[in-house]
């Protein structure tokens, strides 16, 4: 099974797909590098592979590689921030209780 996660611009979101085939995507809006996360989906036929969490990952890697800021209103998104610690420093400090962080 391969895996890629991109960002596609022109839809405002980062998708996954598998073995070229879309999976999921995390809907974004973005202002100044600030990316508010307002949804993510994973199509039913991946669900229950992890496919949700590659995602939001692989988009938070992304952010912080564009030195962004992430407003995580998904509520998936806080729980892979939990997970990955390492990502929390994208929520501004100000705003980490708001998402429970």
Do not use: W
């Not at 073995?19 to 036929?45: I, K, N, S």
């Not at 229950?48 to 590659?54: E, K, L, M, P, T």
């Not at 939001?56 to 209103?73: S, W």
Request: hydrophobic share 35%; proline share 7%; with cysteine.
């Amino acid at each position: 099974m391969s895996t890629a996660i991109h960002d596609n611009p022109a839809e405002s979101r980062f998708e996954i797909t598998v073995d070229g085939e879309l999976a999921g995507y995390v809907d974004y809006r973005e202002h100044e590098g600030e990316y508010a996360l307002p949804h993510t989906r994973v199509l039913t036929q991946f669900e229950g592979r992890g496919i949700g969490s590659q995602l939001v990952v692989g988009a938070l890697e992304q952010i912080r590689e564009r030195k962004g800021t992430v407003l995580p209103y998904c509520p998936f998104v806080p729980k892979v921030i939990r997970d990955n610690p390492e990502f929390a420093e994208l929520v501004p400090a100000d705003r980490r209780a708001e998402f429970d962080l």
